[in-house]
C-alpha cells in the first residue's frame, strides 16, 4: 500500500463553490482559514487536513467523498 504522498488527491472545491457564489475567501472564512489556504488547495500545492476536508465539504453541503478523491 503506497503513502498518501504518493497518491494523486484531486478535487473538487472550485467546482462546487462557485455555484454557490462562494469566493475563496468566504469559504475559507466559513472554515476558519485564509483566503490562501483554499487557493493552495485548488491549485494542488498542498492538502487540507481530515478535518478541514470535513469542513470544507460540509460548507459546500457535499459529502467528503464527492469533493476530495484519493487515487
Do not use: C, W
Amino acid at each position: 500500500m503506497s503513502s498518501i504522498e504518493e497518491r494523486i488527491i484531486e478535487n473538487k472545491i472550485a467546482e462546487f463553490r462557485q455555484p454557490l457564489g462562494l469566493s475563496q475567501h468566504r469559504l475559507a472564512k466559513a472554515v476558519g482559514l485564509k483566503r490562501h489556504a483554499i487557493m493552495s488547495y485548488e491549485n494542488y500545492k498542498s492538502y487540507p487536513t481530515l478535518d478541514v476536508a470535513l469542513k470544507i465539504a460540509t460548507v459546500l453541503n457535499k459529502d467528503v467523498t464527492e469533493v476530495f478523491k484519493i487515487y
